[in-house]
């Protein structure tokens, strides 16, 4: 199975400050990955496709990047509703997996 | 807007089984397969399984022999037998966004809530 190394587990942060996050696979994905924002006691949405594509409806303040192993979401500026955790997902391969998540809060 | 609407929370004993509906609206959902990701209580996000437009199925090794999932147009199915109290959980289920990209997720069902309690 491929495995997803996702960092950091959580992170504080104030508003207007550049935020990322990453996940690196155990092998090779292509860009076979999706980001992914959960708020408590809601279901997931989808902020990011093939690594690089943002989702319809989406603030242009988050993008992706990366292909291959090394994968990365940014937010650019801080905004309070962007406090949630943050998963990626690798769809290349069976079984998909997860990360193991990344909680950002506002200082 | 694509709507996943999932069935109500269940509470279960251990050793039960438990099935969870998640139906598409307005439309169904064609060809897309339908995956089942769980969430146990403040953790992280888990792949359960998968269910193709065709009713392939495809699951996580865990589950292989008490897991089944089923479709129709527009509702799919997920049965989970010989529960126990790891089983205790969110349920979600998330359609693929299209019949040849397998697992890639884009919208999610609101969750159902499974409790496996003596």
């Known amino acids: 199975d491929i495995q997803m190394t996702q960092s950091p587990s959580s992170l504080s942060a104030s508003i207007g400050d550049r935020v990322t996050i990453t996940c690196r696979a155990s092998q090779d994905i292509k860009d076979d990955l999706a980001w992914y924002q959960q708020k408590p006691g809601k279901a997931p949405t989808r902020l990011i496709y093939d690594a690089s594509s943002l989702q319809s409806g989406v603030p242009s303040r988050f993008s992706g990047s990366g292909s291959g192993t090394e994968f990365t979401l940014a937010i650019s500026s801080l905004q309070p509703e962007d406090s949630a955790t943050y998963y990626c997902l690798q769809h290349h391969a069976y079984p998909p997996v997860f990360g193991r998540g990344s909680k950002v809060e506002i200082k | ?118």
């Open chain 2, 1 to 118: 807007q694509v709507q996943l609407v999932q069935s109500g929370p269940e509470v279960k004993k251990p050793g039960a089984s438990v099935t969870v509906s998640c139906k598409m609206s307005p439309n169904n959902f064609g060809n897309n397969g339908v995956n089942w990701v769980r969430q146990a209580p403040g953790q992280g996000l888990e792949w359960v399984g998968w269910v193709s437009g065709l009713g392939r199925t495809n699951s996580a090794d865990k589950f292989y022999d008490r897991l089944t999932m089923t479709t129709s147009t527009s509702t799919v199915f997920m049965e989970l037998r010989s529960l126990t109290s790891d089983d205790t959980a969110v349920y979600y289920c998330a359609r693929d966004v299209d019949p040849t990209n397998w697992y890639e997720i884009d919208f999610w069902g609101q969750g159902t809530q499974v409790t496996v309690s003596s």
